[in-house]
């Protein structure tokens, strides 16, 4: 049996691309309440998960993390106060790497806010290098507005530092975990979480992990704690960014329940322990 891979975005409303020019901009701090439901939730399912942490957050809310750790879950990067990379510059993110390692040292992962990693930012990718950065889960290899590198592999890889759609292990030691996509009437379309879990039917996600695993590969799954909160304030967004933060958010805990009632999910470092690191390799799909 494959183990798939279950992130937890950890980020509040106002932190998302969609919400920046919002009208009613709610500065609401959720995170307090919705980890500790979510943590229940888990070990109800007696599921291990990374969470992906905005570092504003993760220091305002110590106690928070500690409680995720408690559990036994991994602490990873997002950023410290969700900007994406093309928000950013070399400097700037290495500032916001020094401070996300003061709060947590022992980082090992990295997910670029808005999945904002592309050739365009290829420069974080030695800048996670060289902070000991062990893996990252930035890269949607399917196009969509607002990100996505089209050309990448659909399974775990060393991206190239020149052009990371291409595999290329021998500078660097960063593995790249892509999002999940399925392929379908030649397209490759995202399913791998977020609006995505919500606005397709769960077979389809169903039968896309089924396909990942029978090639022996891990789906890489993810959801925003801010979806899983029945209390997530209403911001005033225009008609299409309201669709794409709000569609079926309702439903977002049922269809993720369905899903770890029929696979096994683990967290990144669970995983990459488990193969030894070394059977993530290989393009096979």
Same mark, same amino acid.
């Given at each position: 049996?494959?183990?798939?891979?279950?992130?937890?975005?950890?980020?509040?409303?106002?932190?998302?691309?969609?919400?920046?020019? /919002?009208?009613?901009?709610?500065?609401?701090?959720?995170?307090?309440?919705?980890?500790?439901?979510?943590?229940?939730?888990?070990? +109800? @399912?007696? =599921?291990?998960?990374?969470?992906?942490?905005?570092?504003?957050?993760?220091?305002?809310?110590?106690?928070? =993390?500690?409680? &995720?750790?408690?559990? #036994?879950?991994?602490?990873?990067?997002? $950023?410290?106060?969700?900007?994406?990379?093309?928000?950013?510059?070399?400097?700037?993110? #290495?500032?916001? &790497?020094?401070?996300?390692?003061?709060?947590?040292?022992?980082?090992? $992962?990295? #997910?670029?806010?808005?999945?904002?990693?592309?050739?365009?930012?290829?420069?974080?990718?030695?800048?996670?290098?060289?902070?000991? *950065?062990?893996?990252? /889960?930035?890269? *949607?290899?399917?196009?969509? /507005?607002?990100?996505?590198?089209?050309?990448?592999?659909?399974?775990?890889?060393?991206?190239?530092?020149?052009?990371?759609?291409?595999?290329?292990?021998?500078?660097?030691?960063?593995?790249?975990?892509?999002?999940? =996509?399925?392929?379908?009437? !030649?397209?490759?379309?995202? &399913?791998?979480?977020?609006?995505?879990? #919500?606005?397709? %039917?769960?077979?389809?996600?169903?039968? !896309?992990?089924?396909?990942? %695993?029978?090639?022996?590969?891990?789906?890489?799954?993810?959801?925003?704690?801010? +979806?899983?909160?029945?209390?997530?304030?209403?911001?005033?967004?225009? &008609? @299409?960014?309201?669709?794409?933060?709000?569609?079926?958010?309702?439903?977002?805990?049922?269809?993720?329940?369905?899903?770890?009632?029929?696979?096994?999910?683990?967290?990144?470092?669970?995983?990459?322990?488990?193969?030894?690191?070394?059977?993530?390799? $290989?393009? @096979?799909?």
């Amino acid at each position: 049996m494959v183990n798939n891979i279950l992130s937890i975005d950890v980020e509040e409303i106002f932190h998302i691309e969609y919400a920046r020019n /919002s009208k009613n901009h709610d500065f609401t701090y959720r995170m307090p309440h919705n980890i500790p439901p979510i943590l229940d939730f888990l070990k +109800e @399912q007696n =599921v291990t998960a990374t969470f992906f942490i905005v570092g504003e957050l993760a220091e305002k809310f110590a106690d928070i =993390v500690r409680m &995720i750790e408690k559990e #036994r879950h991994e602490i990873a990067f997002h $950023g410290w106060s969700h900007l994406p990379l093309w928000k950013l510059n070399s400097e700037s993110f #290495r500032n916001e &790497i020094v401070k996300f390692k003061k709060v947590y040292p022992s980082c090992m $992962g990295y #997910r670029a806010p808005s999945f904002s990693l592309s050739n365009d930012t290829k420069w974080a990718l030695k800048i996670l290098n060289e902070n000991g *950065f062990r893996y990252d /889960s930035s890269v *949607f290899p399917a196009w969509a /507005s607002l990100y996505g590198v089209s050309g990448a592999p659909m399974e775990p890889y060393k991206p190239s530092l020149e052009d990371i759609s291409k595999e290329d292990g021998d500078n660097h030691e960063l593995l790249e975990f892509p999002l999940m =996509v399925y392929r379908l009437l !030649g397209l490759k379309i995202p &399913i791998a979480g977020g609006f995505w879990l #919500r606005f397709w %039917n769960v077979g389809l996600i169903k039968r !896309g992990i089924k396909k990942m %695993n029978k090639k022996g590969l891990p789906a890489v799954i993810y959801v925003h704690n801010w +979806e899983l909160d029945p209390k997530t304030p209403k911001l005033e967004l225009t &008609i @299409q960014k309201n669709f794409i933060t709000y569609h079926n958010l309702a439903k977002t805990k049922e269809k993720l329940l369905s899903l770890l009632k029929e696979f096994t999910f683990t967290s990144f470092t669970n995983y990459l322990h488990e193969k030894n690191c070394l059977e993530c390799f $290989g393009s @096979q799909t």
